[in-house]
């Protein structure tokens, strides 16, 4: 006569595992990890009901439900630690209020993610971690957005020089890259990155800022066409309207002109 019990309580430990896995990110995803006290809570139950039926397929049964219970309450902990890495999506729905400050060496990863998913691409994400290594980089200007504890966007500024025809130097700034996941587009994140990066940018005593972006929405703050300064990307094909400047100081781009210069590392775009 043949048992089937070992079989069968095999397969159903496999499909208990199964769901539980997508259970934990969605979970996470609505509630976060304050969602644990629920696993617990029903993997007291399943624990303590397999205690009292006899049948030993159920019982075993309702011991492997308790015991998946108790093993998601450290997943969803782990799953937070992965939305925050970039690895799952975070849950723009959820409220909390979103904080920009410094990026340190645990953002990185975060980064270069963001970087990724808002471009479609990984040359972004590879151009802001070869410009750390330039001893020109600047920590106070590469900053993040936080939204309950996870990093949601990220802008960089990085000097560069405008050249006028004689070939003098003019230190300014570029502002690139900034990422927003798509996810948290469209709700101010940007926004609140560019302004205090401005902010920044004149804590750090710089008096412009040059930006190829999108030319309706960088002159809200403030961008007009570089080359009503007299002042030339050093793209052939870029569009007049594309490529602004923004002085932080009044007048100091005054008899300034040239052509911008970035620094190596932008040659990627070329």
């Given at each position: 006569?043949?048992?089937y019990?070992?079989?069968?309580?095999?397969l159903?430990?496999?499909?208990?595992?199964?769901?539980?896995?997508?259970?934990?990110?969605?979970?996470?995803y609505?509630?976060?990890?304050?969602?644990?006290?629920?696993?617990?809570?029903?993997?007291?139950?399943?624990?303590?009901?397999?205690?009292?039926?006899?049948?030993?397929?159920?019982?075993?049964?309702?011991?492997?439900?308790?015991?998946?219970?108790?093993?998601?309450?450290k997943?969803?902990?782990?799953?937070?630690?992965?939305?925050?890495?970039?690895?799952?999506?975070?849950?723009?729905?959820?409220?909390?209020?979103?904080?920009?400050r410094?990026?340190?060496?645990?953002?990185?990863?975060?980064?270069?993610?963001?970087?990724?998913?808002?471009?479609?691409?990984?040359?972004?994400?590879?151009?802001?971690?070869?410009?750390?290594?330039?001893?020109?980089?600047?920590p106070?200007?590469?900053?993040?957005a936080?939204k309950?504890?996870?990093?949601?966007?990220?802008?960089?500024?990085?000097?560069?020089?405008?050249?006028?025809?004689?070939?003098n130097?003019?230190?300014?700034?570029?502002?690139?890259?900034?990422?927003?996941?798509?996810?948290?587009?469209?709700?101010?994140?940007?926004?609140?990155?560019?302004r205090?990066?401005?902010?920044?940018?004149?804590?750090?005593?710089?008096?412009?800022?040059?930006?190829?972006?999108?030319?309706?929405?960088?002159p809200?703050?403030?961008?007009?066409?570089?080359?009503?300064?007299?002042?030339?990307?050093?793209?052939?094909?870029?569009?007049?309207?594309?490529?602004?400047?923004?002085e932080?100081?009044?007048?100091?781009?005054?008899?300034?002109?040239?052509?911008?210069?970035?620094?190596?590392?932008?040659?990627?775009?070329?």
């Open positions: 006569m043949l048992h019990e070992g079989i069968l309580i095999g159903l430990s496999f499909v208990i595992i199964g769901v539980f896995h997508p259970l934990v990110i969605k979970t996470e609505y509630w976060g990890k304050g969602s644990w006290w629920l696993y617990l809570l029903f993997g007291i139950v399943f624990a303590v009901a397999s205690l009292f039926i006899s049948d030993m397929f159920w019982s075993v049964l309702l011991g492997v439900l308790a015991f998946s219970c108790f093993w998601t309450i997943e969803t902990f782990e799953q937070e630690g992965r939305v925050k890495k970039g690895w799952f999506p975070a849950n723009p729905r959820r409220k909390g209020l979103v904080t920009v410094q990026e340190t060496s645990a953002d990185y990863d975060s980064i270069r993610r963001i970087n990724e998913r808002a471009f479609g691409r990984l040359d972004e994400g590879f151009l802001i971690e070869k410009l750390r290594r330039n001893s020109l980089f600047n106070a200007l590469s900053l993040v936080e309950n504890n996870i990093v949601v966007g990220h802008i960089l500024f990085f000097p560069l020089d405008i050249i006028d025809p004689s070939g130097k003019y230190r300014s700034l570029g502002l690139a890259p900034m990422s927003v996941f798509p996810e948290f587009q469209s709700a101010g994140i940007g926004s609140g990155l560019v205090k990066g401005l902010q920044a940018a004149k804590q750090q005593s710089y008096d412009s800022v040059v930006v190829l972006g999108h030319p309706d929405y960088y809200r703050f403030g961008f007009q066409k570089a080359s009503l300064y007299g002042i030339k990307s050093p793209y052939d094909d870029c569009p007049d309207e594309a490529f602004m400047i923004l932080l100081k009044e007048g100091a781009l005054s008899g300034i002109s040239g052509k911008v210069c970035y620094t190596k590392e932008f040659d990627i775009f070329n």
